[in-house]
């Protein structure tokens, strides 16, 4: 093979590896939007003939639950997760085959006269053998401890609420980013204004971070074509 040759044969290696590595499809992440103010809803106050308070009036014993599109709402989040999964197979397989020929209309004989080692009654004799060994463990726990507060965006006919909120952390130029959004039950919402994590209906929460340090826990951009493309 030529200098030539072999240039362009490397290049086309090159050029194959990056092709295959930028056709795989990119893993989407859930993108992290600005959390929004809640625009406040004003109703007019209905006209109650004969009442000098109406039902949208605070109680007369202070409650500080959220109540209406605007309120806040402090989330405590507690979300833990497990999962644990074991298998192991074993097979084996033992064959032989044997085949012998002490006549056949004579010419054993001859044959035999020209190989006197050979044996008609052990001509053929084969032996398989065939095992497989294998197991695998995997195991998966995560932990998400946090307080974030919310802000009422919905309330549906049914009186529940739809929350949304966001939080931004800058430390030493890494910047953590929570966010949550979700629909919540009024009945659910403590005394104190909070409610758990685990009683959000459709809760999405997303814990991100963007600095040097979440670039440093990713591997190089060299590292993820090979392991693509690697076949082994």
Same mark, same amino acid.
């Given at each position: 093979?030529?200098?030539?040759?072999?240039?362009?044969?490397?290049?086309?290696?090159?050029?194959?590896?990056?092709?295959?590595?930028?056709?795989?499809?990119?893993?989407?992440?859930?993108?992290?939007?600005?959390?929004?103010?809640?625009?406040?809803? %004003?109703?007019?106050?209905?006209?109650?003939?004969?009442?000098l308070y109406?039902?949208?009036?605070?109680?007369?014993?202070? @409650?500080?639950?959220?109540?209406?599109?605007?309120?806040?709402?402090?989330?405590?989040i507690?979300?833990?997760?497990?999962?644990?999964? %074991?298998?192991?197979?074993?097979?084996?397989?033992?064959?032989?085959?044997?085949?012998?020929?002490?006549?056949?209309?004579?010419?054993?004989?001859?044959?035999?006269?020209?190989?006197?080692?050979?044996?008609?009654?052990?001509?053929?004799?084969?032996?398989?053998?065939?095992?497989?060994?294998?197991?695998?463990?995997?195991?998966?726990?995560? @932990?998400?401890?946090?307080?974030?507060?919310?802000? %009422?965006i919905?309330?549906?006919?049914?009186?529940?609420?739809?929350?949304?909120?966001?939080?931004?952390?800058v430390?030493?130029?890494?910047?953590?980013?929570?966010?949550?959004?979700?629909?919540?039950?009024?009945?659910?919402?403590?005394?104190?204004?909070?409610?758990?994590?685990?009683?959000?209906?459709?809760?999405?929460?997303?814990?991100?971070?963007?600095?040097?340090?979440? @670039?440093?826990?990713?591997?190089?951009?060299?590292?993820?074509?090979? @392991?693509?493309?690697?076949?082994?």
């Amino acid at each position: 093979m030529s200098w030539k040759s072999f240039i362009g044969f490397i290049s086309a290696i090159v050029i194959l590896v990056a092709v295959v590595g930028c056709s795989r499809k990119k893993t989407t992440v859930m993108q992290v939007p600005e959390p929004l103010e809640a625009p406040v809803v %004003v109703h007019s106050r209905p006209i109650s003939p004969g009442s000098l308070y109406t039902g949208d009036e605070g109680n007369w014993i202070a @409650d500080l639950r959220a109540r209406h599109v605007g309120d806040i709402v402090t989330v405590v989040i507690r979300e833990k997760a497990s999962a644990s999964k %074991v298998s192991s197979t074993e097979t084996a397989k033992d064959t032989g085959v044997s085949a012998s020929i002490p006549t056949f209309f004579g010419f054993e004989k001859v044959v035999q006269e020209n190989n006197p080692n050979l044996d008609p009654a052990n001509l053929i004799a084969a032996q398989f053998k065939n095992n497989f060994k294998g197991s695998g463990k995997t195991t998966r726990k995560e @932990d998400l401890l946090a307080t974030l507060t919310t802000q %009422v965006i919905q309330i549906y006919p049914n009186g529940n609420m739809k929350i949304r909120g966001g939080k931004s952390v800058v430390v030493n130029n890494e910047n953590q980013i929570i966010y949550l959004t979700g629909i919540i039950r009024p009945f659910d919402i403590s005394a104190a204004n909070e409610v758990d994590s685990s009683k959000i209906l459709n809760a999405r929460i997303a814990y991100t971070g963007k600095g040097i340090i979440s @670039d440093k826990q990713r591997p190089g951009w060299l590292t993820r074509i090979i @392991d693509r493309v690697w076949p082994f």
